[in-house]
């Protein structure tokens, strides 16, 4: 029985963490529950301002960002304060929201390591969103 115990904690701590920034319950909840499906522990994160300071301690390999309700916080400015961080400039970044958001997003066009899903989207175009993250050689 500690043999299994110890079996689970191991596979636990190898588990891909995500975080899910956004503030509407529902987004967050369908993308968390795609993201365990998909072999994640997700986090939600419901007020942006607390992800640079959060992404310091845990150390995401994922961040999906919901933009619709961004208003005082410009998440791309907050993009490059995680980047500055030696231990986040590998973290991929998928990034949620309008035709207005999509515009914005062409400052990180040859990123690789940042995609944007428009919204809405359906469980299998988010999936191919992280597949495409996924493909991308570190």
Not at 22 to 51: H, K, N, Y
Not at 68 to 83: A, W
Not at 113 to 125: D, E, G, I, M
Request: proline content about 4%.
């Amino acid at each position: 029985m500690q043999m299994q115990t110890t079996v689970l904690k191991n596979s636990e701590s190898l588990q891909k963490r995500a975080f899910v920034v956004g503030d509407e319950t529902r987004i967050c909840e369908l993308v968390s529950l795609i993201l365990e499906d998909l072999g994640f522990q997700p986090m939600q994160i419901g007020q942006a301002e607390w992800l640079v300071e959060t992404t310091a301690h845990i150390n995401p390999e994922l961040i999906v960002w919901d933009l619709s309700q961004e208003k005082e916080l410009n998440p791309f400015q907050s993009l490059s304060q995680i980047r500055e961080q030696a231990s986040m400039k590998k973290v991929k970044i998928l990034f949620l929201g309008g035709p207005d958001a999509k515009k914005v997003m062409g400052t990180y066009e040859g990123d690789a390591k940042v995609h944007f899903c428009l919204k809405p989207f359906s469980p299998t175009r988010f999936r191919d969103e992280i597949a495409q993250l996924y493909r991308v050689e570190d």
